[in-house]
C-alpha cells in the first residue's frame, strides 16, 4: 500500500506566510490541524491536507474558528451560558 508523501517545503513556507499574514498563532493552528486532521503539527500532514489546510487558512475558516473560541472564552467568563441552536 503506497503511502502519500508528507507535506512539501514549498506548502510549509505558505503556511507559515498565510498563518503571519493573517495573524493565526502558533497554537490556533495546532488546533486547529488537531481538530480537522488529527494531526498534532504541520510536520505530520500530507501533501493533499497541506493543500486543504492552506485553502482553508485563504478561506478565513482558522480565523473564524480562533474568534469563535475567542468569544466563547470570553463569554463563559462573564457567566454566559451555551444555548443549542435550533431549540
Do not use: C, M, W
Not at 500532514?45 to 475558516?61: M, Q
Not at 473560541?69 to 463569554?75: F, G, I, M, P, T
Amino acid at each position: 500500500q503506497k503511502t502519500e508523501p508528507g507535506i512539501s517545503a514549498a506548502q510549509t513556507k505558505k503556511i507559515y506566510a498565510l498563518v503571519k499574514e493573517r495573524g493565526i498563532t502558533a497554537d490556533q493552528a495546532k488546533i486547529y490541524i488537531k481538530k480537522i486532521f488529527n494531526k498534532l503539527s504541520t510536520k505530520e500532514l500530507t501533501i493533499s491536507e497541506a493543500g486543504r489546510l492552506i485553502e482553508d487558512i485563504e478561506a478565513g475558516k482558522l480565523n473564524q474558528e480562533a474568534k469563535e473560541s475567542e468569544l466563547v472564552k470570553e463569554a463563559k467568563k462573564q457567566g454566559a451560558v451555551e444555548i443549542k441552536k435550533g431549540g
